[in-house]
């Protein structure tokens, strides 16, 4: 009973990262209607400058933040430079534009920052598991500070009016034209979001995993399973479906199928998602006329 | 007295295919122009030109201000709202959010005074307050594209087809209101109508388009005594 609340409990940690990741996809997919391959790289990336900035000598969260400021001007300058020019461009071309970024962020990483794995800090206390071992003080932590930021995500989105703004720029570029808002910059913004999440999700995840430039390679599947699972153009469902793919990978790692068949869980749960329920769990029906 | 919207030899097409092929037009401020024509004439396409949806080439200015050209985004900055054909309402988001986008460039601080005047012309969209636009039926959805493009506070207000698809009442309200509207806020408007009677009774200038040309204009009231326009749009 112990070993399974265990299992839960580190499935909702570690699903915690994956809702990150899969609500940074889902933020870029919704607008753009393009899946970002290259959003695990960027979170990787940008948890490499928190490392640099943190051996600079500067304080955990001050490196945080401050690692968060300069993803979300990575976002928006990879929006301006290089998905501007494609948005008239066919699908294909897109996907190529993806896969091309994946690969400059990797192998740019293992250039600057080589390739050898890295410790990376946690500010939790890693001393004695707490709740009678049930959870490590980084597990619950990390859990904190991804609740905390989905809940501010979902503020900003639900009552400000710049979150309003993005959120129609998303469903209907061409009214949002009509009353004003500036759509380009809309979608500039939220690629610098999405960025700025997946760092947090980044550096969240690498006390976990250790920092080599393939860190979230593996994340990326699982979030993808999870951004599917809770259906791929609804927000919240993508966060409730990355905790699940969190919880399902460790009861089915520690009870199923082990621990090196975990990954395969995550494709297994893509296949039948998209064998039968394409639109996930909560995903709306788009009917398109032909 | 300047004109509000003036066109002048303005062309316009999709991709290969030209639709208009010189207008000139003219609104004048709080002035109703309507545009008449068969289905594929180039109203909408005009209405298009005129805030930046379409490639085009010629004179467009806006109280004296040259816009063609501009991106849309900007021409509704410069004051021009435009109810397009399908409405443009955001049908995920609330009636309350569609107000606060209609007007999302505002500064102001009279933008709740506006919410209010919106539910004294369209009180049943205060009843739908918090509900999505797209659960809304064809009136109230057209109430609300009106009231989301007055919100703006325009000069211009560019009405595509406003009687579409709804019930005689319905539209009988719509125009009422926009009667009132016009009178109280002093707005522009270009209609496309396809009841040309309606449309000759709302406007003071109309103009009949034909395959992207002008073949007649004239003050409302003479239109409306055209023989070609009666035979072929008004039907005695």
């Known amino acids: ?290 | 007295m300047s004109a509000l919207l003036e066109l002048r030899d303005v062309h316009a097409g999709y991709g290969q295919t030209r639709v208009l092929h010189g207008i000139d037009l003219v609104v004048d401020p709080g002035g109703v122009t309507a545009l008449l024509g068969a289905n594929g004439a180039g109203k909408t396409t005009t209405l298009r030109a005129v805030c930046g949806m379409v490639r085009t080439s010629g004179d467009i200015s806006l109280a004296g201000e040259p816009i063609q050209g501009r991106p849309t985004e900007d021409i509704a900055r410069r004051g021009v709202a435009h109810v397009p054909d399908g409405r443009g309402t955001f049908m995920e988001l609330t009636v309350e959010e569609n107000f606060r986008l209609g007007a999302f460039v505002r500064q102001d601080k009279e933008v709740h005074a506006d919410f209010e005047r919106m539910f004294g012309y369209f009180p049943r969209l205060k009843q739908r307050w918090r509900q999505q636009a797209g659960t809304l039926s064809g009136g109230e959805q057209q109430m609300l594209a009106i009231a989301r493009a007055l919100l703006l506070r325009p000069r211009l207000l560019l009405l595509d087809e406003p009687s579409f698809g709804l019930a005689p009442l319905i539209v009988q309200d719509i125009f009422g209101i926009l009667r009132q509207v016009r009178a109280e806020q002093g707005v522009g408007i270009l209609i496309v109508e396809q009841n040309a009677n309606l449309a000759l009774d709302f406007a003071d200038r109309a103009y009949l388009l034909e395959t992207g040309r002008i073949v007649v204009s004239g003050p409302a009231h003479e239109i409306r005594e055209d023989e070609q326009v009666r035979r072929s749009y008004l039907g005695y």
């Open chain 1, 1 to 290: 009973m112990q070993g399974l609340a265990h299992q839960l409990i580190a499935g909702i940690a570690t699903g915690g990262i994956y809702a990150s990741v899969a609500l940074a996809l889902v933020m870029i997919y919704q607008s753009t209607h393009h899946l970002n391959f290259a959003q695990g790289e960027m979170a990787t990336f940008s948890t490499y400058i928190a490392l640099t900035l943190i051996q600079a000598g500067l304080p955990y969260w001050v490196a945080f933040l401050a690692t968060l400021v300069i993803s979300f001007g990575i976002g928006v300058f990879i929006e301006r430079i290089m998905l501007r020019p494609m948005q008239n461009a066919s699908v294909l071309a897109n996907v190529g534009v993806f896969i091309g970024l994946l690969l400059v962020f990797r192998n740019a990483m293992g250039w600057i920052f080589d390739y050898t794995i890295k410790a990376f800090p946690t500010p939790f206390d890693t001393g004695t598991p707490l709740f009678g071992g049930l959870v490590s003080g980084h597990e619950l932590g990390s859990t904190a500070v991804t609740l905390v930021v989905l809940g501010l995500v979902y503020v900003f989105f639900r009552f400000t009016k710049l979150g309003l703004g993005m959120r129609a720029a998303a469903f209907n570029a061409s009214s949002s034209r009509l009353v004003g808002i500036r759509v380009g910059w809309m979608l500039a913004l939220g690629w610098g979001l999405a960025a700025a999440i997946g760092a947090i999700a980044g550096i969240m995840i690498a006390p976990v995993v250790f920092l080599e430039p393939n860190m979230m390679l593996g994340i990326l599947l699982y979030a993808f399973a999870g951004a599917l699972l809770g259906g791929i153009d609804n927000p919240g469902g993508a966060v409730l479906g990355g905790f699940l793919v969190g919880i399902i990978e460790n009861l089915g790692g520690a009870y199923l199928v082990g621990t090196e068949l975990k990954l395969t869980l995550a494709l297994g749960i893509i296949i039948c998602v998209l064998l039968v329920r394409p639109t996930g769990l909560f995903g709306r029906v788009v009917q398109s006329r032909v």
